[in-house]
């Protein structure tokens, strides 16, 4: 699981539980027992009613359609966030010459960024493999070493690590998109 997805998994889930852990408190604390001890500001309802008193909600309009919308759209929130977990899951299974044989786009990605940065002039490489039904894509994008010249680097990994991964994913054809980049001088004092 990446890092980012397992903090944005986290955060989501410890907002959910601080939210119900606030209702749970509240209509705890407000019980006759213990609304005589509480401060001023809290909301507590008045004595002999109930959390939510229905008689006292249905006389305003907007009530019904804004708790309706709010938790059609909490469900849908969650339910796609459901969905999600399963589909980035391990990345997509790209076809292979057999039609029983896959392989996951993540494992294909991660060949091919360290066979990237192996080659001279190469001092990072990130590689990522968006679905895609028809032809398979693949997006590259390198970081040079200083004084790296970008026409021979583009060529020795258009002649190895892309033709490589082509050559994997035969007969179905893969779309490359390189972007090179170097860190200046500037950029490396900053850090």
């Known amino acids: 699981m990446s890092p980012l997805r397992n903090a944005v998994n986290r955060t989501l889930l410890a907002l959910?539980?601080?939210a119900l852990l606030a209702g749970?408190?509240?209509?705890?604390?407000?019980?006759?027992?213990?609304?005589?001890?509480?401060?001023?500001?809290?909301?507590?309802?008045?004595?002999?009613?109930?959390?939510?008193?229905?008689?006292?909600?249905?006389?305003?309009?907007?009530?019904?359609?804004?708790?309706?919308?709010?938790?059609?759209c909490a469900l849908l929130l969650c339910l796609a966030w459901l969905l999600a977990q399963f589909r980035r899951g391990g990345?997509?299974?790209?076809?292979l010459a057999?039609?029983?044989?896959?392989?996951?786009?993540r494992a294909l990605a991660d060949v091919v960024a360290r066979r990237v940065e192996a080659a001279d002039g190469v001092r990072r490489a990130q590689v990522s493999l968006p679905a895609g039904?028809?032809?398979?894509?693949?997006?590259?994008?390198?970081?040079?070493e200083p004084g790296a010249e970008p026409g021979p680097v583009l060529r020795r990994l258009t002649h190895g690590a892309l033709d490589e991964a082509r050559a994997s994913l035969a007969p179905?054809?893969?779309?490359?998109?390189?972007r090179m980049s170097v860190r200046t001088a500037r950029e490396r004092r900053a850090r």
């Open 16 to 18: 959910t539980g601080a």
């Open 24 to 72: 749970g408190a509240w209509s705890a604390l407000t019980s006759d027992a213990l609304a005589g001890r509480l401060p001023g500001w809290w909301p507590a309802p008045d004595t002999g009613t109930v959390l939510l008193d229905r008689a006292g909600l249905r006389g305003h309009g907007w009530w019904t359609p804004v708790v309706v919308a709010g938790t059609a």
């Open 91 to 95: 990345g997509r299974r790209l076809p």
């Open 98 to 105: 057999g039609p029983p044989l896959t392989l996951r786009s």
């Open 133 to 144: 039904r028809k032809r398979s894509r693949a997006r590259v994008r390198v970081l040079l």
């Open 172 to 178: 179905h054809p893969l779309a490359v998109r390189v």
